[in-house]
């Protein structure tokens, strides 16, 4: 059998070692088997064959800028420093759910192998998303990165509800976010997020019914902001054209107003903003105004 420097000096459990040999056999090398010093949890570092890795099935997808940036710098330094986390489902497969602009930058430089931190449990892979901090994410991506993970997980472990995930998925609303962004990938999220941040609660159904009713919120959501197209069209025919049009609408028709103790439901709350916008009159709406929400809307220090 294979021996590989251990730390501490102690015998590895049977699956760290078997996952090592595996390694070895899928054309990879095994640097050494350790222990992380938060758990004391098993990992094995290694260089993995850049061949057999690949991004999770939940992974957000690439950004062009952010993979040309990286590779510009690796170049410029000649060498590769930041290991990926990885996980293997499956004999000759590797995912990596924290690190793939760096996978994607080493299969540009066509590297033979990937430096990896090998997670010995497979289901972690749903632990380290959160902890995935390479690029900053912007709402999109959380969001369809949320509902990847979400099908994925309804799929593998489909009796658990969302309650169970409820660090992973960080809050209600990216869940149904990513469904909407999964139709258009242009929808108006942010200017939807403060009231689907207030509204939108975990499910206590199980992941496997649970996609069924997300779709039905997705679907109100939808027909709001077709309700909202057709105002911000009338605003506009006004000769009244602003980014923040879409935010300034919503502010002046969500029924969520900062003094109510109590929130309607997330059906509720569609409803009667679907309600408000059909009243809402664009007579009185002023270009000042919007420039003027959108200029308090911005955070301090931006």
């Known amino acids: 059998m294979a021996r590989w420097v251990t730390y501490p000096e102690t015998e590895p459990p049977r699956a760290a070692r078997e996952l090592a040999e595996q390694v070895e056999r899928d054309g990879g090398h ?5 222990q992380e010093p938060v758990g004391d949890h098993w990992q094995i570092f290694c260089l993995l064959p850049g061949d057999k890795v690949e991004a999770s099935p939940y992974q957000r997808d690439l950004s062009p800028t952010h993979v ?78 949320v509902i990847r993970m979400y099908r994925s997980l ?16 960080e809050s209600a609303h990216f869940i149904t976010l990513g469904l909407l962004y999964e139709q258009n990938k242009r929808f108006a999220g942010g200017a939807f997020a403060p009231i689907l941040r207030r509204v939108d609660k975990f499910l206590k159904t199980t992941l496997k019914k649970g996609v069924g009713e997300r779709e039905e919120r997705a679907g109100l959501v939808r027909e709001a902001d ?70 308090m809307a911005i955070p301090a220090g931006e």
Request: glycine share 4%; aromatic share 8%; net charge positive.
């Open 30 to 34: 095994v640097l050494a088997l350790y």
């Open 68 to 145: 040309k940036r990286l590779t510009e710098g690796v170049k410029k330094l000649d060498r590769f420093i930041d290991p990926v986390v990885a996980l293997s489902p499956q004999p000759g497969v590797y995912w990596t759910p924290n690190g793939n602009h760096r996978r994607t930058v080493l299969a540009k430089l066509k590297a033979a192998h990937v430096p990896a931190i090998l997670v010995v449990e497979p289901d972690v892979g749903y632990q380290i998303l959160p902890l995935n901090i390479e690029k900053a994410h912007n709402l999109k991506e959380k969001s369809l990165e």
């Open 154 to 169: 309804a799929e593998n472990q489909p009796s658990s509800t969302e309650e169970e995930w409820a660090f992973q998925f």
């Open 226 to 295: 077709e309700a909202l197209a057709v105002v911000v069209a009338r605003i506009k025919k006004r000769g009244i054209n602003h980014p923040y049009v879409k935010n300034f609408v919503l502010a002046r028709t969500t029924p969520l107003t900062r003094q109510r103790k109590t929130l309607p439901s997330f059906e509720q709350t569609f409803k009667k903003l679907r309600e408000s916008m059909a009243d809402f009159d664009v007579g009185k709406v002023r270009y000042e105004d919007i420039q003027r929400s959108a200029i």
